[in-house]
């Protein structure tokens, strides 16, 4: 039955691509979010669905057949308050999804403090290259990001694998679950196991019991595929009843990679598994994080029954997911990369990838701290060592910085003085504009700026390459009139 469906802060990546899935069900969706920015602004326009901005309890005058809460929403929220004060149905989008779109299916999860969306995207491809020869492995999927090879971040089919992006954050303000724990894994990838998400989770054991809990969910028929180099990941996986195998570096790991070469965005290397070759594969995209995931998805689909021929072919034809080393405009000779890095370790790799794949290039990190995690102090030694690695760093100031108890709170000035220290320049400036001012006459032909941000960050990806055009063009004149 065709229902009005709603949803509040509908413009988070999951949250956006549910919205997708229901409309595709031929249900009416509209919603509503505090701000709206790409990709899933996008995504949302080109669906035709409506979205209310800001927040307003007028939103709701329409009564909806159902509401579905994001999990960003806390209690004060005004139409999250109309809805409890009139009992319009709620739910969700963890249980939705699973109740909607995963009874019957072979549920496949990427699950990870890192790596989950790439490796998801990557799975996704490797399924719809292997269903050109098997039509039955068609995937659908969702993915928190929009995945370049499909142009979307989600798909339905009436097909048995569906592919999903397993988030270890809350559920939802009733429910503070993680929600991968709604999809039942038939089989799973478990990338990397850190500390994360400090305002749900006290210490990194509270964060290994999620996973620990998630493990638990696969069957005994089913299998986990995990990193073989993380001792959390170990621990994560020690008690699983399913079969285990491991992938990575490591000599005895099930799934071996060797042999890891880059030659500028091209990654190349050996895959054996069971110690028998199964592969050389190659990724047209840098960085050796972004191999491990490719690794991570050939072993779980190849264990699924893909062909290895359509595993090797969707990799070399993989062409990444928006926000993650995607190049946003070059501007003059300055080549501008929107990443969502916004955890010490993933910064790390991200800046690891960009050294490896333009060697020789000043390399400029642009900072927000943005997340629910950066935004606090617990990571700020972290966060100055994995910064050293580029040449030049300015970071803004904390988002929404009074939200954060100042005894718990990032200090950026703090996070300067060690990159000084270390002989990195570094420097704080307030917001995009501040930043966008500074940087536009400073930087140079064949600089590399990676600008770092989970938000929209004051509209910097289009304010930076536009004040960088506009100064070297205000130059020319001024030397042609001198």
């Known amino acids: 039955m065709r229902k ?3 949803l509040i802060g509908i413009c988070g990546t999951a949250m956006a691509s549910l919205a997708g899935m229901l409309k595709q069900q031929d249900h009416e969706v509209t919603g509503s979010d505090a701000a709206a920015y ?15 901005e800001p927040y307003a309890e007028r939103n709701l005058d329409r009564r909806p057949d159902l509401v579905i809460i994001g999990n960003a929403i806390s209690r004060g929220n005004v139409e999250l308050e109309r809805v409890l004060d009139e009992r319009i149905p709620f739910c969700s989008m963890a249980s939705i999804l699973h109740d909607e779109f995963l009874q019957g299916r072979e549920s496949l999860v990427v699950a990870g403090t890192h790596g989950k969306t790439t490796t998801t995207s990557m799975l996704a491809w490797i399924y719809q290259i292997a269903s050109v020869h098997d039509a039955s492995l068609a995937p659908s999927f969702l993915i928190g990001g929009v995945a370049e090879n499909f142009g979307t971040s989600f798909m339905v089919r009436p097909t048995k694998p569906f592919i999903l992006e397993g988030d270890e954050y809350d559920t939802a303000f009733f429910d503070k679950g993680p929600k991968f724990l709604h999809y039942f894994p ?9 500390f994360d998400h400090a305002d749900i989770y006290t210490d990194l054991e509270a964060v290994k019991t999620a996973f620990k809990r998630f493990v638990n969910l696969v069957p005994r028929r089913g299998r986990v595929v995990a990193f073989d180099g993380s001792e959390n990941v170990t621990e994560c996986v020690s008690k699983a009843f399913c079969k285990v195998e491991r992938y990575g570096f490591q000599e005895g790991s099930h799934w071996r990679m060797t042999d890891l070469r880059h030659d500028g965005p091209l990654t190349q290397w050996t895959l054996w598994r069971g110690g028998e070759r199964f592969a050389e594969l190659s990724l047209p995209m840098a960085g050796e994080h972004n ?5 991570a998805a050939a072993a779980l689909a190849s264990g699924q029954g893909v062909p290895v021929e359509a595993i090797v072919e969707a990799l070399r034809t993989f062409h990444s997911v928006k926000r993650r080393l995607e190049v946003k405009a070059v501007a003059e000779g300055v080549t501008i990369i929107d990443d969502f890095a916004h955890h010490p370790t993933a910064i790390r790799e991200t800046l690891r990838a960009l050294r490896e794949s333009h060697p020789g290039q000043r390399l400029i990190a642009v900072l927000e701290p943005r997340s629910n995690t950066l935004r606090r102090n617990v990571f700020e030694d972290a966060l100055i060592e994995s910064l050293a690695l580029a040449d030049r760093v300015v970071l803004a100031g904390v988002f929404k910085s009074e939200n954060i108890p100042a005894a718990e709170r990032l200090d950026p000035e703090r996070v300067v003085h060690g990159l000084t220290e270390r002989g990195i320049p570094a420097t704080v400036y307030q917001d995009a504009d501040a930043i966008t001012a500074a940087l536009a006459p400073e930087v140079r032909n064949g600089d590399i700026v990676a ?15 536009r004040a ?3 100064k070297a063009i205000a130059s020319r004149m001024a030397e042609r009139f001198a």
């Open 468 to 470: 960088i055009t506009e």
């Open 186 to 194: 038939d089989a799973a990838i478990l990338t990397h196991v850190e």
């Open 291 to 295: 191999a491990l995931n490719a690794t």
């Open 451 to 465: 600008i770092l941000s989970n938000g929209g960050f004051g509209g910097i990806y289009e304010k930076l390459p």
């Open 38 to 52: 790409p990709p899933m602004s996008d995504l949302l326009r080109e669906l035709g669905i409506s979205v209310h």
């Open 4 to 6: 009005h469906i709603y």
